[in-house]
């Protein structure tokens, strides 16, 4: 990579990267919508229409608002993170706790990549290990009473070995993730980078035969101006002489081959008058 992008390789980015965005963007409208409908059906098991239909609501809200109002940032981008997590929240109450009901924020995670920005899996990891360490607190030292009140977080015992398990291994899966793109960022940066010095180099070739072939054409048109200014004064004093012979005789079949003869001559030094003109103008303007 340059260490300075040139002006062609600029835009070539800002190109891919906005094209890039909006690609993702249409994904992602579909897969808020696949994650939204997810919690309406997830309602039937246990009755929490308020949960599947109210934060799903309110997590489409949060995400669309963003990308509404602050159209020219990434910020967006960041709320996407913290909408796809606080999803797997909902997921894990709406189905009491069961355990594969975690396993959504890795899917989220890897739907990440597409944007190229490893930033965006810093508040998805933030919102799990708050959301799964106060959870897992409230559950079994808080709200252990099986007759009152309980908090759905997690089907089997979640202890604090279970819990720095889980982190560790969602942290890798959560790096990796995060490695992937800046990897899918960096490679498409040298891919264009690539292109962007190929460009250039195509147009120095281009630019060299131009000047080649404008060069070419000088030393042509110098050729010819020189030949047409050599011919110019023999065939001017051929008509010279015709006109001068017309003059000093009286035979009609001799005036009528010096007439001829100068018919012939005159052609020929319209002819050279004309390649001439020619030459110079081309001289005066070389990209004719």
Do not use: C
Not at 68 to 87: D, E, G, P
Not at 102 to 123: C, E, R
């Amino acid at each position: 990579m340059k260490s300075k992008a040139s002006l062609n390789e600029q835009d070539y980015l800002h190109s891919f990267v906005s094209t890039m965005t909006e690609k993702s963007d249409t994904i992602i409208n579909y897969v808020l919508a696949v994650y939204f409908l997810l919690g309406i059906a997830l309602s039937f098991k246990y009755d929490t229409w308020e949960i599947g239909a109210g934060v799903g609501t309110l997590n489409l809200l949060a995400y669309y608002s963003a990308k509404l109002f602050l159209k020219n940032s990434k910020f967006y981008q960041y709320v996407l993170s913290v909408v796809l997590a606080i999803f797997m929240a909902q997921y894990i109450y709406q189905m009491h706790g069961m355990f594969e009901m975690h396993f959504t924020v890795f899917v989220a995670s890897t739907i990440l990549i597409i944007y190229q920005n490893w930033k965006l899996q810093i508040p998805l990891t933030l919102l799990v290990i708050l959301h799964h360490g106060a959870l897992a607190y409230l559950q079994n030292y808080v709200y252990n009473d099986a007759n009152g009140m309980q908090i759905y977080f997690s089907q089997v015992n979640f202890d604090v070995e279970t819990f720095l398990v889980h982190v560790v291994l969602a942290g890798a899966v959560f790096f990796m993730n995060g490695y992937w793109a800046y990897y899918f960022k960096a490679h498409s940066q040298n891919h264009i980078s690539k292109i962007s010095d190929e460009y250039e180099l195509e147009n120095i070739k281009l630019a060299s035969a131009k000047f080649s072939s404008m060069s070419a054409t000088k030393e042509y048109n110098d050729f010819i101006h020189k030949t047409t200014l050599d011919l110019k004064m023999p065939v001017s004093s051929v008509l010279k002489l015709i006109d001068v012979s017309k003059g000093h005789t009286d035979n009609d079949q001799l005036l009528s081959y010096l007439d001829m003869m100068r018919e012939s001559a005159k052609k020929i030094d319209d002819l050279v008058n004309d390649i001439h003109f020619k030459s110079v103008s081309g001289k005066t303007n070389p990209n004719q």
